[in-house]
T-cell receptor, first 113, second 114 residues
Framework: KAGVTQTPRYLIKTRGQQVTLSCSPI?????VSWYQQTPGQGLQFLFE???????NKGNFPGRFSGRQFSNSRSEMNVSTLELGDSALYLC????????????FGSGTRLTVV | QQQVKQSPQSLIVQKGGISIINCAYE??????FPWYQQFPGKGPALLIA?????SEKKEGRFTISFNKSAKQFSLHIMDSQPGDSATYFC?????????????FGKGTKLSVKP
């Protein structure tokens, strides 16, 4: 079966712009979680969506937001980009929201210049 | 209290040797401890996981050892192979992993020399 698909794979944006990243979960999975991965901070949890509702949120500023559609596809948005937002953004899907069922995508590499 | 501390940051092992990566946690609510393997350009993939009701779990060449009283757990890779060269992350979660997010260690970059 198809895995978790994240698009685009690479993005270069300028400070102050906004960006939208997309995640298509494994078919049938209803939960999508987003993580930010940087060399300094490692993997940090952003938020989780389950059946179109945000169920859990990490410690990130309000510039980071997300949503989930009725087909379980999810998008995350970062507004007013800062240099420090440069990172690999990973999404993980699972059937019920259990993290032991996580399957991660390959991520979107965002570079802010 | 939410942190998971992982060491070493990097590790070089000869082919056939044993790779050992250690993690420690503080939050006693954590009761699910997975290890993830990540290759360059890929997302993390679940390798093996343990819950605190057992002290050791083995899957092939990979073994997790768990010490509940010390709040420490470790990954042992026996007969390490060049194909094992990757970054390894330990993680922890409450509720047996059935909900909530994973708290990850900072990662260990393993290089296995032929």
């Amino acid at each position: 079966k198809a895995g978790v698909t994240q698009t685009p794979r690479y993005l270069i944006k300028t400070r102050g712009q906004q960006v939208t990243l997309s995640c298509s979960p494994i078919s049938g999975h209803r939960s999508v979680s987003w993580y930010q991965q940087t060399p300094g901070q490692g993997l940090q949890f952003l938020f989780e969506y389950f059946s179109e509702t945000q169920r859990n949120k990490g410690n990130f500023p309000g510039r980071f937001s997300g949503r989930q559609f009725s087909n379980s596809r999810s998008e995350m948005n970062v507004s007013t980009l800062e240099l420090g937002d440069s990172a690999l953004y990973l999404c993980a899907s699972s059937l019920t929201g259990s993290n032991y069922g996580y399957t991660f995508g390959s991520g979107t590499r965002l570079t802010v210049v | 209290q939410q942190q998971v501390k992982q060491s070493p940051q990097s590790l070089i092992v000869q082919k056939g040797g044993i790779s050992i990566i250690n993690c420690a946690y503080e939050n006693t609510a954590f009761d699910y401890f997975p290890w993830y393997q990540q290759f360059p350009g890929k997302g993390p993939a679940l390798l093996i996981a343990i819950r605190p009701d057992v002290s050791e779990k083995k899957e092939g060449r990979f073994t997790i050892s768990f010490n509940k009283s010390a709040k420490q757990f470790s990954l042992h890779i026996m007969d390490s192979q060049p194909g094992d060269s990757a970054t390894y992350f330990c993680a922890a979660s409450p509720y047996g992993g059935s909900q909530g997010n994973l708290i990850f260690g900072k990662g260990t970059k393993l290089s296995v020399k032929p």
